[in-house]
C-alpha cells in the first residue's frame, strides 16, 4: 500500500482535489448526511468524497490551533491532536536558531507542525516519521505551506535514521499507548526518552519534548527542563540539551499570546511567613518547574505553609506567573461561617478554590451558596487550605 492509498492524500492534493476540497470545506459546516451526498454530485469516487469530507472537517476543527494554515493543511485526528500548538513551536524554533542550529532533525515529525515553525524560523529540516501515512502528510503539509525546499521528509525509523550534517535534533515522542490513552513513564514514549537522548548525545543542540508530568527525576543532570502553560494549562514540557541550555528550570507561561519566563534552579524553599492582603496562586509552569520560591522572590511574598503552594504578601505586585486575589476576610474553615459571610456580603456568584486539604469544590460552593434562595449580585473567591494543619478559608476577589 502507497503511504496515502488510505487516505485518498494524493488525489486530494491534484487541481481536482482541491476544488473538491474547497466544495467539501462549505458543505463541511452543514448536516454531515446532507454534506456527503451533495459532494457526490462532484465526484464519482465515493471514497473520495468521503476524503475530502474528512479532511474539510479537519481544516474545521483545525483551524482554532492553526489559525489561516489550517485551511492549507492536511491532518488526521491523531496527528492534529498530537501536533504542538503552532504558538508553542514557534518559539521553540526561534531559540533553536538564536543559538546557533542551522539543520534540524524532526525525530517523530508527525504531521509536519514543529518542521514547519523550525523552517519558517530559517531552520533546514530533516523531519523524520516512522508512520508512513503520517509522513505523507508532513511532505503534504510541507509543500501547502510553501516550506518544500526547506523540509525534508524521511518515512524511516527515528533511531537509525541518518543524522549525518545535522547540528540539531528535535524530538516529540508520541505519548499515547495502542488504546489511544496517555503514557506517563518516558521509558514508554515511543520511542523510549532515554533512547532519544542517546541519538542526542553529540549533536551540538538538543531538545526533546515531554509530557508535563514528566518527574524531576528524569531529567538528566546538566539538562534544562521547561514547563510550557498556555492561558492557565500547562502544555508540555522540553528537555533543552548540549549548546542549548541556558538555566537548570525554566517556566514559560503563555498570556493572550504574550510569552513570559521565569527561570532558576528550582531547589530552593520558599520562604515562609504569615498570611497578608493579597494570595497568589502561581501558574501550573511555575508549579511544575518548582521555582515557587524565585516567584515569591519578585512578588516580596512568602509561604503560609511550608507544603502549600499559595503566596501571601501585603503589597500588590502584577505578575503573569501568578493569579492574584485580594483578600477580604480570613478565618478558620467552617460551613457555617462561610456561609453568613457571604450572605452578608451579598454574594451570588462563587468560585472556591483548595489546596491541602479534602474538599470537593463544587459541592462546597453549593453547600455555601443554598439552594433555591434569593442570591445576591457580588462575586467572591473562597480559597481553602491547610496552614500549620489548621483549616483555614480566605474570602478574596480576583485582582
Ligand atoms: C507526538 S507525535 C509528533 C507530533 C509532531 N511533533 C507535531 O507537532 O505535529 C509522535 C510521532 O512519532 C512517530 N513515531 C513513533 N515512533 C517513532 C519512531 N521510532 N521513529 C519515528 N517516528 C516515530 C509517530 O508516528 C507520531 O507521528
Redesign the pocket.
Known sequence: MSPSADTKLDALRSPEGAELLAVAGELAATDPARAALALRAHTSDPELASAALTQATLRLSAAAKFGEDAHAMFFTR??LE???RPEV?ARRAARLKAAGATRVA??????????VALARAGLRVVA????AA??AL?TANAEALGLADLIEVRN????D?DLTGCDAV?A?????DAAGRRVFDPAAY??PLN?LLARAEGVPYGVI?VGPGIPHEAVPAGAEAEWVSVDGDVVEAALWLGRTVEVPRRATVIRRGEVHELTGAGDRPAPLGETGRYLYEPDGAVLRTYLVSELADLLGARLADPTIAYLHADDLVATPFARTFEVEETMPFSVKRLRSALRERGVGRLTVKKRGVDIDPDALRRELLGKGKAKGAAEATVVVTRIEGQRTAFICSPV
Open positions: 491523531d496527528g498530537q501536533a504542538t513551536a524532526d525525530l517523530c515529525c508527525g504531521i509536519g507542525t514543529e518542521a523524520v516519521d516512522a508512520d503520517t509522513a508532513a524511516a525509523d527515528a533511531l535514521t528535535f516529540d515522542p508520541a505519548r499515547r515511543a520511542p533512547a519534548k
